[in-house]
């Protein structure tokens, strides 16, 4: 089965404070992608990152950064130094050959709170 | 700028008539196109795979017959909500994909359309 899981409903953190969210997912395929995307609350989605499966190589963009473990199947998400504009829902997602054509699945997404 | 523009932004229309949303590819042309619904604090769910010049593809669950998916050309769909309820107030995303690029680029979204059925 093609799954994806964001346990954490909502997080609350103040600024300044480093968070990390985290993103499971299950897939029997060997290729497959990640992403992480932001949701605001005006909701259009933000797309922030894409990794394929076999790119296990952690990333990082300003505060932004990305830590992939294929051994865990995990695909976590941390902001250094929140902000208040980070405050958002963020959604992991999952797209492969056994999620139909490549269609793109989604966590349930984690709502962040960052109080100033 | 967006690459997919989705209109309207917002729709309230009454119970019983039919609204039209558009998803418009802007910058390519997408052979395939989704269409996603996401209740309030609620992930996206996936409705149905507009494929352009053939019938959409629904997911289990969906009413074809509720939620009309027309792909008329590489880059424009349209999801016509007939017969609308209140129960289908929403918020409706529509994606594309730049075409050859298979699973590994990130969909385009549209900026959603927020339905209120009063």
Request: aromatic share 12%.
């Amino acid at each position: 089965a093609q799954k994806v899981t964001q346990a954490q409903t909502e997080i609350s953190v103040v600024e300044k404070e480093d968070v990390t969210l985290d993103c499971v997912y299950e897939t029997r395929d060997t290729t497959y992608y990640l992403f992480w995307y932001k949701q605001p609350p005006s909701g259009e989605l933000v797309f922030l990152i894409r990794r394929n499966s076999f790119d296990e190589q952690n990333e990082i963009s300003g505060r932004y950064s990305w830590n992939f473990q294929k051994s865990t199947s995990s695909f976590n998400f941390t902001i250094t130094a929140s902000q208040v504009v980070d405050s958002a829902v963020y959604f992991c997602a999952l797209s492969s050959l056994n999620t139909g054509g490549f269609k793109t699945i989604f966590g349930a997404g984690t709502r962040l709170f960052v109080k100033a | 700028g967006a690459v997919v523009s989705q209109h309207p932004s917002r729709v309230i229309c009454k119970s019983g008539t039919s609204v039209k949303i558009e998803c418009r590819s802007l910058d390519f042309q997408a052979t395939t196109m989704f269409w996603y619904r996401q209740f309030p604090k609620q992930s996206l769910m996936l409705m149905a795979t507009s494929n352009e010049g053939s019938k959409a593809t629904y997911e289990q669950g969906v009413e074809k017959d509720k939620f009309l998916i027309n792909h008329a050309s590489l880059t424009l769909s349209t999801l016509t909500v007939t017969s609308a309820h209140p129960e289908d107030s929403s918020f409706y995303i529509c994606s594309a994909r730049s075409p050859g690029s298979g699973g590994g680029t990130e969909a385009f979204f549209g900026q959603g359309t927020r339905l209120t059925v009063v």
